[in-house]
């Protein structure tokens, strides 16, 4: 079935469904679950006994302003490390150097490129095609902003299967005082030809004080993020422009609401 709706359509189910869960039942979850994200087992140094704490340059440049960090210009299942550390260093396979932003990555943060650009990633609705954020052991990926950022961050994500969690701390290595959490619910299944993990939701959250480190946990294989934005609630991504964040019950109802009719007059059609 060719998916003939907008993105603010897709955005409007993923709400209704993140409201009503009881629409798909437990048993049903649990009779299709969904595949992991990795479709095959990657290439290259991906393989992890367990997460590592990244490499720390304390002395990297101050952070100014907001960054969007899309990964793309990474390769498949390749460490993405350093990347975001500038001409310092790296990805993890010699990609790069990246945008001198100070940040570094725990090294089981891996990038993954969707099948359909001829990578092992079984997604889609991806915010910037065609790269994104996963791990494949551990409990979660660590981003480290040894300069700290501050206001709040956000970001697309993608997990039909299982949920996940964000904690954001004031120093590296998700250590110090926690600043804040963040629940990841489920997001809707993709329905066939799409992919199993499509679409990709947004959400934020906002902090008091500098953070200098934030951990993307959820099952390994299990979740992808994507257009991770430091500085701002509001994930930046789309052609069509900014994306609302969907990090409050309110939006969510709003944004349903608001689309109902208009995906019904889409899927009648």
Known sequence: MARAYSRGSVLCVSTLLLLA??????????????????????????????MAAARVDR????????AVLTFEGLLNSEPIGDYYNGAKANGGTGSGPGPSYGI???????????SSAGGGGNFGGEPSPVTTLFFLTGTGAVMNVPAGFST???????????????????????????????PLPLTPLGVPPAPPYDPFLPIGVSFSGVAKSVNFGGAANFIAFDNITLGSQTPQGFAEGVVPTLSTTGLLLVASLLGLAGFRALRSA
Request: one cysteine or more; a negative charge; charged letters at 5%.
């Open 21 to 50: 869960p009881s629409v798909l039942s437990a048993s049903d979850q649990a009779a299709s679950p969904p595949p992991g994200i990795c479709c095959a087992i990657p290439r290259g140094p991906s393989n992890f006994s367990k």
């Open 59 to 66: 002395s990297a440049p101050n952070f100014v302003g907001m």
């Open 104 to 114: 570094s990555f725990s090294s089981n943060a891996l990038a993954l490129i969707a």
């Open 152 to 182: 709040g961050f956000s970001f697309y994500y993608a997990a039909p299967g299982q949920t996940g969690t964000i904690t954001v701390y004031d120093d590296v290595n998700a250590t110090g005082n926690l600043l804040a959490t963040l």
